[in-house]
């Protein structure tokens, strides 16, 4: 009863259009006062303690490494390289997107500062070497996505804080998943391309593809400061997103600059926007998911699906309905925040890995970020290409087919999730 009661209340408030965040926080406190004895302080306590976890932290640094990034002119220099490599392929620039979305996605850990950075530039490039402008913004869309799978990312970080997972264990597991999606997004691409005769660049010298390399050896390099140093052991991953702040800045300003000491400050303040942001739902989400445990919600939710004999097969099948579902009218981080501390206490029960759970999940959230009504790389590309969402939706379709048939796979096969972490022995 009791559940039914927190849930009518959530979904009314978000359908008068609140934030989800805003929602979140009135649903608790609607049904504290209504329905329970908890007394108020434990609420206040509740607020303090739900975000002084350590790996917090780490999601402002990838942040304000992500923006410094992405103001560097590290972005221009991946796609010289990408295309470099791959251009003088079937449909040479969009694989050379693919490629390079997956390259920027491995340093800024965030989808639509992926599609942002690599779109604004390659876009007008594709639209002005002949390509169809929804061809570009089908690759871009999707392959923008890959921002939150390929380590770092932020949401895995917020899988971590709401679950107790190792941080750094579920960045190992996203790189083999991370690399095979990147695959199927550019098997697509040349598929679409070879089929509709797309142009195709010069194939590039070794001598000019040396040269792309050397230019983007720098921002590249930060995959390797992020992973092995926690690989490693040197530091933890908040840590790491502290020296990949620390490194971007360097880069952007120091080495590249295309940035200067002037262009911080203002990159410093979208980064504390954004990150204030993303702790403020993080706050509302701990309440309610404080209130859900003290409810006992989870729990009940659990014995009734062992008491009905839904097995592991059916579990993940809902699992991926619930997501999808709500990626149609959520954003990936109340999503995590708010699903996670439910569907984990569930997915313990019948035995299912919460690392395989947690790549499962970002998995549900790529595909709820490139499909309307609020897919957030749609909007994001919407801006970047001026095409309205309705016509994005069917310039993305194609890949947005092969991300679904991707998502059965990674369901349903977790060696390709468990491999690479039990391995390096993080599991």
């Known amino acids: 009863m009791n559940a039914a009661i927190i849930f009518f209340i959530l979904a009314a408030l978000m359908l008068t259009g609140m934030p989800v965040s805003i929602a979140l926080g009135l649903t608790v406190l609607s049904f504290l006062f209504g329905f329970t004895d908890v007394p108020l302080e434990s609420v206040a306590l509740k607020l303090f303690t739900g975000i002084e976890k350590f790996e917090i932290m780490a999601i402002p640094f990838f942040i304000l490494a992500g923006n ?203 980064s504390a926007n954004m990150s204030a942001m993303l702790l403020y739902i993080i706050t509302n989400a701990a309440l309610f998911s404080f209130i859900m445990t003290n409810e006992n919600i989870p729990q009940a939710m659990a014995d009734w699906i062992m008491g009905h004999g839904l097995g592991v097969v059916s579990f993940l099948l809902a699992v991926n309905v619930i997501l999808l579902l709500a990626g149609n009218f959520m954003e990936p981080s109340s999503i995590m925040l708010i699903f996670a501390p439910i569907l984990f206490p569930i997915a313990m029960k019948l035995g299912i890995d919460p690392i395989h759970l947690g790549i499962l999940m970002v998995v549900n959230m790529e595909v709820g970020m490139c499909h309307p009504p609020v897919g957030l790389n749609l909007y994001v590309a919407s801006g970047i290409t001026k095409m309205g969402i309705t016509e994005l939706t069917v310039a993305v379709w194609p890949w947005l087919l092969a991300m679904l048939g991707f998502l059965v796979a990674v369901t349903y096969w977790p060696p390709m999730s468990l491999w690479l972490p039990r391995m390096l022995g993080m599991m």
Do not use: Q
């Open 68 to 270: 410094f990034l992405t103001h560097g002119g590290v972005a221009r220099r991946m796609i010289n390289f990408a295309t470099a490599m791959v251009g003088h392929w079937y449909g040479g620039l969009g694989l050379g997107g693919v490629m390079a979305c997956a390259l920027f996605a491995a340093v800024s850990g965030s989808s639509p500062a992926t599609v942002v950075a690599i779109g604004s530039i390659l876009l007008p490039a594709m639209v002005k070497a002949g390509f169809p402008k929804r061809f570009g913004a089908g690759v871009i869309t999707t392959s923008g996505a890959l921002g939150i799978l390929i380590p770092p990312s932020i949401v895995m970080v917020m899988y971590a804080v709401a679950t107790n997972t190792s941080v750094g264990a579920l960045f190992m597991a996203g790189v083999i998943p991370g690399i095979v999606l990147a695959m199927v997004l550019g098997g697509v691409t040349w598929w679409r391309a070879r089929k509709n005769n797309y142009p195709r660049l010069p194939k590039a010298s070794w001598s000019e593809r040396w040269k792309a390399f050397r230019e983007s050896v720098w921002g590249l390099f930060l995959i390797v400061v992020v992973m092995g140093g926690i690989y490693a052991g040197i530091f933890t991953p908040t840590e790491a997103a502290a020296m990949s702040a620390v490194y971007a800045f360097f880069v952007a300003v120091f080495i590249y600059k295309d940035m200067g000491l002037k262009d911080v400050p203002k990159v410093l303040l979208n």
